[in-house]
């Protein structure tokens, strides 16, 4: 597995640990910031995937 394969797979497994500690804690603002900061980094880097992908095209 590839260093950008690594890396999508710990991104996902954080944004989707984060996701459910959001929900089992709702009403916490740290969570939710939790939640969206891996979310953000998933997307970002997601972003930079297909970005390089469609240059070195």
Do not use: C, G, V, W
Not at 11 to 24: A, N, V
Not at 30 to 40: I, L, P
């Amino acid at each position: 597995m590839d260093l950008n394969q690594r890396t999508l797979k710990s991104l996902m497994k954080k944004t989707d640990r984060m996701f459910e500690s959001y929900k089992l804690h709702p009403t916490s603002d740290d969570h939710a910031r939790a939640y969206e900061q891996a979310k953000t980094e998933l997307d970002n880097f997601l972003a930079a995937m297909r970005k390089s992908t469609h240059i070195s095209k």
